[in-house]
T-cell receptor, first 116, second 111 residues
Framework: KAGVTQTPRYLIKTRGQQVTLSCSPI?????VSWYQQTPGQGLQFLFE???????NKGNFPGRFSGRQFSNSRSEMNVSTLELGDSALYLC???????????????FGPGTRLLVL | DAKTTQPTSMDCAEGRAANLPCNHS???????VYWYRQIHSQGPQYIIH???NNETNEMASLIITEDRKSSTLILPHATLRDTAVYYC????????????FGAGTRLTVKP
């Protein structure tokens, strides 16, 4: 079974631009979560999508948004990029039920974003 | 979710067993113990998880103390490719999918 895939793997943008990152979950997984990882803050939860609906949200500004498609693939968007948005963005998928039961999360390789 | 405490770093000789400890003294009865590892600049890789019984898979063994306040991840025959940061996490299996990674243990396997 193929793992979680993320595209692109590397990205360079300038301040003020916007960026869209893509994630394809493991087949059969309906929950997709996004995380930001930086050396200073560690791994921080952005949001989780389940069945095309945002189910959980972390403490990030509205510039960070996401969506999920009917095939469970997900995208996240960051608008008006700031230097501090430079980070490794990770996507994780898991088998989950509507009740909220979560099984093990499997992470993708990440997208490394550099904002200049 | 309960907090965990891990040593900052550990060394292990190649071919020997690596034993990584984790303290989670405030774990609640229905929280699971999960272990992930992260090799430099890659996404975290799931290793193993358990509730109260010891668990073993093709990658590692997980030993959880009877009071569940601590656990040990065992890599039976460490290789150079096992050099990574290892994270111990305790979490509920439902509702909030917020994985809280601490600083982890940086394991260095030496030849």
């Amino acid at each position: 079974k193929a793992g979680v895939t993320q595209t692109p793997r590397y990205l360079i943008k300038t301040r003020g631009q916007q960026v869209t990152l893509s994630c394809s979950p493991i087949s059969g997984h309906r929950s997709v979560s996004w995380y930001q990882q930086t050396p200073g803050q560690g791994l921080q939860f952005l949001f989780e999508y389940f069945s095309e609906t945002q189910r959980n949200k972390g403490n990030f500004p509205g510039r960070f948004s996401g969506r999920q498609f009917s095939n469970s693939r997900s995208e996240m968007n960051v608008s008006t990029l700031e230097l501090g948005d430079s980070a490794l963005y990770l996507c994780a998928s898991s088998f989950s039920l509507l009740s909220g039961l979560q099984e093990t999360q499997y992470f993708g390789p990440g997208t490394r974003l550099l904002v200049l | 979710d309960a907090k965990t405490t891990q040593p900052t770093s550990m060394d292990c000789a190649e071919g020997r067993a690596a034993n990584l400890p984790c303290n989670h003294s405030t774990i609640s009865g229905n929280e699971y113990v999960y272990w992930y590892r992260q090799i430099h600049s890659q996404g975290p890789q799931y290793i193993i998880h358990g509730l109260k019984n010891n668990e073993t898979n093709e990658m590692a063994s997980l030993i959880i103390t009877e009071d569940r306040k601590s656990s040990t991840l065992i890599l039976p025959h460490a290789t150079l490719r096992d050099t990574a940061v290892y994270y111990c996490i305790v979490r509920l299996p439902y509702n909030n999918n917020d994985m809280r990674f601490g600083a982890g243990t940086r394991l260095t396997v030496k030849p």
